[in-house]
């Protein structure tokens, strides 16, 4: 298998460049990233020698294809973080729903084998905090905010090019992602790397509000699963059925590290904020054979220490990120 990985040297993305060149080592990876503010090739560091690294942008890779013979694809290129989507929507759409279009094109011209995309949790928009029942595969998308928006438009397309021409693509939709590797924009290396430095963490003013987690190796391990034994057309969810809320992460954070809960600081929740996400992961389960294997608590102490190891790693990336939370209370 010739494999085309986009968004390649991001956070999920490398977790799914390194997980491949471990388990499939006669395939030959090639790994394209904009290297946009989120994107480092240090994350593929450790796995330069056995891959082809390209720098480009999704809506270029029809070269890319032709140049390297691709037969496959994974789409993790994407805009994902919910709070620069409020202060700049535009480029969200740009990557995510036009971008994506550009590379299906691509791909149908290359004649592809498969075309596997991945989404999110979020297009479904959110539940109630009280709701007893999950997101299922058939659910409807009513996305509420213009990342969720963007990605929903994507999948789509990705749909679309499925039903009219007859690529054959797969799609998964997952909960949130967290590990190593992480841009520390995100909730969960934004409270360490805080914690690590004595800054606050900011802790949204709707602090019950929860997410369905999961470890990135256990993400990219269902992926996997997908495009070995997946049925084309389909869509599979990628759950664990473990919540937790935002203050709880900054709790599990500050108490690995030993630290004070006065470092929490209440911020005002971003337009938008969704309640809760829970996804229906039974399919995937049933038909595949997946199961996480990473324990909630475990995996979170764990990702904590990984990035008190690995200062050196975060502390040149953290003031990459073009938004503040909250600044966008301060310009209504």
């Avoid at 994902?80 to 149908?108: I, M, W």
């Amino acid at each position: 298998m010739r494999l085309l990985v986009t968004g390649a040297a991001g956070f999920i993305g490398s977790h799914f460049v390194r997980h491949w060149v471990r388990e499939h080592p006669d395939d030959s990876v090639i790994a394209l990233d904009a290297l946009t503010y989120a994107g480092t090739e240090t994350n593929l560091a450790d796995v330069r020698e056995q891959i082809t690294f390209v720098h480009a942008d999704i809506a270029d890779a029809e070269q890319v294809l032709r140049d390297h013979r691709v037969n496959v694809i994974v789409n993790f290129a994407a805009e994902s973080h919910n709070s620069l989507a409020v202060v700049d929507p535009g480029r969200f759409f740009r990557t995510n729903v036009l971008g994506t279009q550009a590379l299906l094109e691509a791909a149908r011209q290359a004649g592809l084998e498969r075309f596997h995309h991945v989404s999110t949790c979020e297009v479904y928009g959110d539940l109630a905090l009280d709701a007893d029942q999950a997101f299922t595969e058939r659910a409807p998308y009513r996305p509420r905010t213009p990342y969720n928006a963007s990605k929903a438009g994507g999948d789509h397309a990705v749909r679309a090019y499925y039903e009219t021409f007859g690529l054959p693509i797969t799609i998964t939709n997952c909960a949130n992602n967290y590990g190593s590797h992480q841009f520390p924009e995100k909730v969960l290396p934004l409270f360490t790397t805080n914690a690590l430095d004595g800054r606050p963490l900011p802790v949204y003013s709707s602090k019950d509000n929860r997410r369905e987690w999961i470890h990135a190796s256990d993400h990219v391990r269902a992926i996997d699963a997908v495009l070995c034994r997946g049925r084309i057309g389909e869509t599979y969810h990628v759950g664990t059925g473990v919540e937790a809320s935002v203050e709880q992460i900054a709790d599990l954070v500050l108490d690995e590290l030993k630290l004070p809960a006065s470092l929490k600081q209440e911020v005002p929740d971003r337009p938008g904020h969704d309640r809760r996400y829970l996804l229906d992961s039974a399919k995937i389960r049933r038909e595949l054979g997946w199961e996480p294997l990473v324990e909630f608590e475990a995996g979170v102490r764990e990702t904590v220490r990984w990035y008190a190891d690995n200062r050196d790693w975060w502390e040149p990336l953290r003031d990459r990120s073009p938004v503040v939370e909250g600044s966008w209370a301060r310009q209504s």
